[in-house]
């Protein structure tokens, strides 16, 4: 029998139906695709089409009827044939030879699948993957979850969406390789200790990528060549932004605007939150409460400071908006039942941003009623998108079910406002998004990490997010400076978390102020309806002096750093770098910097320390072999490979510079 064949530069194996390829997928990678079907369904669900030119490594061997080989690069696949039941095995290894990840094996008598498809309605499959597991492996990447762990190895995760959940299926090992999941369904994966899981709910086929390197410099650097970068970062989004939830008028937006200009506090950007309009889905201004906005926006941009504003994706059923788009088939659709997929301030459902038509019909709305008027960046919340009970087999897209292509809805709520800006001119695009999955950074993507409390714990969980998201090629990343939910301007314990909060976001990719702070205050429209209410004051000087010139003291260090942030951003643009590195990206020589989990390097140069538990007033800080660390508060220079004491009062926290670089801020934090 003849299992295998090859087609040019692709490998083929055949055997009970199965149809399997592996094909060489840009520097030092392979792509594998398999299917129950005579052919493999196309699609690239999110990898770019690969440059035949990084493929001059490539060789491919067919050893026997029961053995072949496919090497591109630094990657090599083994592939041999089993005698019970003639089972297909992988195996991967890097150039030396060395095991990267093998496939389960069939176990003889217990016949088992590595590639298990079950079959459910139509072509759709249920489908499970599995790979067995070193377990000294440790992992990292897979996107934003809501836990203190940075080290995966034996974590149980759902490959879905949720507010404060964004599920990005790449990872990268300590063993040197990255491995993505190339596939959209809802469904998990399991990094257990005897094997790897990963199970697609529905599919029509089997599609990972594999890439091999000496460094995770450089597997970030070729994820990045097959799934895309970042644009440019716009010159505001170096600095400050300012927002709360909400500045619900005109008049509050240019007052808080003013007053900053009048402090001589930098200012990039001043966002304004949601129901600033009439109704979900109008995508424009309430007249009642923003009469002339095109006047806001240009006062605004007068004074140097970008306007952003909120959109949802949801489209209340009394908006002007909604007869339209139901009619011409706009909105994501219910399998059964009453079609509101979200209550809140009424039944709401939520545009098909997986259609085109839909794509261009609430663009073109956005543009008259923002763009038109000088707007520039958007804040599109609600992104996974927020289904009331996440019940995922409810619902179905323009691109098909939820249960089978789900996840790349956030991307394409980016790529929505993107491609709109693009077409009209705009360069250098960034807005605000919930949400992401694979390739959503090429359409402008800034995720923030969702509707969080305002804790120590969350806090701790945000430094080991926006580290995992910075690995999946999401290099734009922020949080809600002091959390979203349950902080009180009156709470001295709250102020203290917030100043451990802000110092932290002065070395995030985006620094913004955000929150629904308490006590609150009730809208009430001249008709008597009540509206969105508005949360207290959130502005810099709304917590006191004291804390008032501590951070107004970092925002002027984050303005020291401009020039060294716009570097980091033009190293994400070009090899989709991240801008918070893990301490072992940079000194993956250094065994104790995969461990760490609650210190971080901001780009190449400054290491950071956050004070992260309550009271604290000091904290260990590990400081990386291989070169030295100056103490950027006393100018201290400390040998690299120790832990030491650092000391860190309200006013300061812990921040180390590599062999003496970036020294203007030594004695400024």
């Known amino acids: 029998?003849?299992?295998?064949?090859?087609?040019?530069?692709?490998?083929?194996?055949?055997?009970?139906?199965?149809?399997?390829?592996?094909?060489?997928?840009?520097?030092?990678?392979?792509?594998?695709?398999?299917?129950?079907?005579?052919?493999?369904?196309?699609?690239?669900?999110?990898?770019?089409?690969?440059?035949?030119?990084?493929?001059?490594?490539?060789?491919?061997?067919?050893?026997?009827?029961?053995?072949?080989?496919?090497?591109?690069?630094?990657?090599?696949?083994?592939?041999?044939?089993?005698?019970?039941?003639?089972?297909?095995?992988?195996?991967?290894?890097?150039?030396?030879?060395?095991?990267?990840?093998?496939?389960?094996?069939?176990?003889?008598?217990?016949?088992?699948?590595?590639?298990?498809?079950?079959?459910?309605?139509?072509?759709?499959?249920?489908?499970?993957?599995?790979?067995?597991?070193?377990?000294?492996?440790?992992?990292?990447?897979?996107?934003?979850?809501?836990?203190?762990?940075?080290?995966?190895?034996?974590?149980?995760?759902?490959?879905?969406?949720?507010?404060?959940?964004?599920?990005?299926?790449?990872?990268?090992?300590?063993?040197?390789?990255?491995?993505?999941?190339?596939?959209?369904a809802v469904g998990e994966v399991h990094f257990g200790k005897n094997t790897t899981e990963w199970i697609a709910g529905s599919t029509t086929k089997m599609d990972y990528w594999i890439t091999a390197g000496d460094t995770p410099a450089q597997i970030e650097q070729q994820y990045a060549e097959s799934t895309g970068t970042v644009p440019m970062m716009p010159e505001y989004g170096l600095g400050f932004w300012q927002c709360k939830l909400r500045y619900y008028n005109q008049e509050q937006v240019l007052q808080i605007a003013r007053e900053y200009k009048k402090r001589e506090v930098p200012l990039d950007v001043l966002v304004i939150d949601y129901y600033h309009w009439p109704r979900c889905g109008d995508w424009r201004f309430d007249e009642e409460y923003f009469p002339d906005p095109k006047a806001m926006v240009q006062e605004l941009h007068d004074m140097g400071i970008e306007t952003m504003v909120s959109i949802w994706p949801q489209v209340d059923w009394r908006s002007e908006n909604y007869e339209e788009m139901k009619q011409q088939g706009l909105l994501v659709k219910i399998r059964s039942g009453i079609d509101v997929q979200m209550i809140f301030h009424g039944n709401n459902v939520f545009m098909d941003a997986t259609n085109p038509r839909t794509r261009a019909y609430v663009w073109d709305k956005c543009r008259q009623n923002y763009a038109d008027y000088g707007i520039k960046t958007f804040w599109l919340d609600e992104a996974e998108p927020e289904?009331?009970?996440?019940?995922?087999?409810?619902?179905?897209?323009?691109?098909?079910?939820?249960?089978?292509?789900?996840?790349?809805?956030?991307?394409?709520?980016?790529?929505?406002?993107?491609?709109?800006?693009?077409?009209?001119?705009?360069?250098?695009?960034?807005?605000?998004?919930?949400?992401?999955?694979?390739?959503?950074?090429?359409?402008?993507?800034?995720?923030?990490?969702?509707?969080?409390?305002?804790?120590?714990?969350?806090?701790?969980?945000?430094?080991?997010?926006?580290?995992?998201?910075?690995?999946?090629?999401?290099?734009?990343?922020?949080?809600?400076?002091?959390?979203?939910?349950?902080g009180n301007i009156e709470d001295e314990n709250f102020k203290e978390l917030l100043i451990r909060w802000f110092q932290f976001g002065t070395f995030c990719p985006v620094?913004?102020?955000?929150?629904?702070?308490?006590?609150?205050?009730?809208?009430?429209?001249?008709?008597?309806?009540?509206?969105?209410?508005?949360?207290?004051?959130?502005?810099?000087?709304s917590y006191g002096e004291e804390n008032y010139q501590i951070m107004k003291k970092f925002i002027l260090i984050r303005e020291m750093m401009r020039d060294y942030t716009r570097s980091l951003m033009e190293e994400a643009h070009q090899h989709g770098t991240p801008v918070m590195r893990t301490l072992f990206y940079e000194f993956s020589h250094d065994d104790k910097c995969w461990d760490i989990t609650d210190e971080y390097l901001y780009g190449p140069d400054i290491l950071v320390a956050p004070i992260c538990h309550e009271h604290a007033t000091e904290r260990e800080v590990y400081l990386p072999s291989g070169c030295t660390w100056t103490d950027a508060r006393t100018g201290e220079v400390l040998q690299g490979g120790q832990t030491v004491l650092a000391a860190a009062s309200i006013d300061t926290l812990p921040v180390y510079l590599k062999n003496g670089s970036q020294d203007y801020l030594i004695h400024q934090i």
């Open 1 to 184: 029998m003849n299992f295998f064949e090859q087609k040019e530069n692709q490998l083929f194996f055949r055997n009970d139906g199965e149809l399997l390829s592996i094909q060489p997928w840009n520097t030092n990678s392979l792509r594998v695709q398999s299917s129950l079907m005579d052919q493999i369904p196309e699609g690239d669900i999110a990898l770019l089409p690969p440059n035949p030119a990084n493929h001059s490594g490539c060789h491919i061997q067919l050893e026997d009827e029961r053995h072949a080989i496919i090497t591109n690069g630094l990657i090599t696949a083994r592939l041999h044939v089993q005698e019970w039941g003639n089972a297909l095995q992988i195996t991967f290894y890097n150039q030396k030879g060395e095991v990267l990840l093998q496939e389960i094996s069939d176990g003889g008598a217990l016949v088992r699948k590595a590639r298990k498809f079950q079959a459910l309605q139509g072509d759709s499959c249920k489908l499970t993957v599995s790979f067995s597991s070193n377990p000294s492996e440790k992992l990292y990447g897979m996107g934003q979850y809501q836990q203190e762990i940075m080290d995966l190895k034996g974590c149980n995760l759902e490959l879905a969406h949720r507010n404060s959940q964004a599920s990005i299926p790449f990872y990268i090992s300590s063993l040197g390789y990255g491995f993505l999941w190339h596939n959209a």
């Open 387 to 486: 289904f009331t009970t996440y019940d995922y087999d409810m619902y179905r897209y323009h691109a098909g079910t939820v249960e089978e292509i789900g996840n790349i809805y956030p991307r394409e709520y980016s790529r929505l406002f993107y491609e709109g800006q693009q077409q009209d001119g705009q360069e250098d695009i960034v807005n605000l998004v919930r949400c992401a999955w694979v390739g959503s950074q090429r359409y402008g993507a800034l995720v923030w990490s969702g509707d969080i409390w305002s804790s120590y714990e969350d806090l701790r969980k945000q430094l080991c997010a926006g580290l995992h998201m910075g690995l999946c090629g999401i290099p734009w990343w922020t949080t809600d400076i002091g959390g979203f939910h349950g």
């Open 511 to 541: 620094m913004r102020l955000h929150g629904l702070r308490q006590p609150g205050e009730t809208i009430i429209n001249k008709a008597g309806e009540v509206r969105e209410w508005s949360g207290a004051d959130n502005e810099i000087w």
